[in-house]
């Protein structure tokens, strides 16, 4: 079992619809960051969660430390938002860096 | 800050040559870090640096592979000889106090593609 767990793989949805992508993990940490990856290769950091909640725009991001989940959510979807999202936690025993295996959604108009 | 910048964006060789990869961090962060990303593995992490100190190397693959950070504001990532297997897109990335959960700031990436 894998000690990052994203899902969907894969996510196709229209324009404006309410997206959700979730992280789960296994391992004790100390951070949780959300990390863009658009289809031209760039990575983008979008927030580092240690707990609680954090919102940019129309980007949500939500920690429970308890039940080692995390969620990111997209409102009012767009084409734009279209990329892969990957889910990465730092270990706290060791403070290596274990990245899920990525989101790809797809908005479409 | 003009952000994390990496060197060059695209990179053909042919096996057998060597492959230098550069990358300058943003001014102030002290710790560096070099990944791969390919189809079957997803980013990898190869090694990173903390205040130009190599403090985790394990993920090299093999000794031809090495890296380098002579100073806080450059660092290499250099194959020799370089194999097919190679091919990838070579990510650096740098962070201030990284330990404490500061974001990851990565550059585009060098595409590397060893014939």
């Known amino acids: 079992k894998n000690e990052v767990e994203q899902s969907p793989q894969n996510l196709t949805a229209q324009e404006g619809e309410f997206i959700t992508i979730n992280c789960s993990y296994s391992v004790g940490i100390s951070a949780l960051h959300w990390l863009q990856q658009h289809p031209g290769g760039g990575i983008v950091s979008l927030f580092m969660?240690?707990?609680?909640?954090k919102k940019h725009g129309r980007l949500i991001a939500t920690i429970n430390i308890q039940e080692k989940h995390s969620s990111l959510h997209i409102t009012a979807s767009h084409p734009r938002d279209s990329a892969v999202y990957i889910c990465a936690v730092l270990m706290d025993s060791n403070y290596q860096l274990i990245w899920g295996a990525g989101t790809k959604l797809i908005i479409k108009p | 800050d003009a952000g994390v910048i990496q060197s060059p964006r695209h990179e053909v060789t042919e096996m057998g040559q060597e492959v230098t990869l550069r990358c300058k961090p943003i001014s102030g962060h002290d710790y560096l870090f070099w990944y791969r990303q390919t189809m079957m593995r997803g980013l990898e992490l190869l090694i990173y640096?903390?205040?130009?100190?190599?403090?985790?190397d394990s993920g090299m693959p093999e000794d031809r592979f090495s890296a380098k950070m002579p100073n806080a504001s450059f660092s290499t990532l250099k194959i020799q000889p370089s194999e097919p297997r190679d091919s990838a897109v070579y990510f650096c990335?740098?962070?201030?106090?990284?330990?404490?959960?500061?974001?990851?700031?990565f550059g585009n990436g060098t595409r590397l593609t060893v014939t």
């Open positions: 969660l240690s707990s609680g909640k």
């Open positions: 640096f903390n205040n130009n100190v190599p403090i985790d």
């Open positions: 990335a740098s962070s201030s106090s990284f330990l404490l959960g500061s974001p990851l700031h």
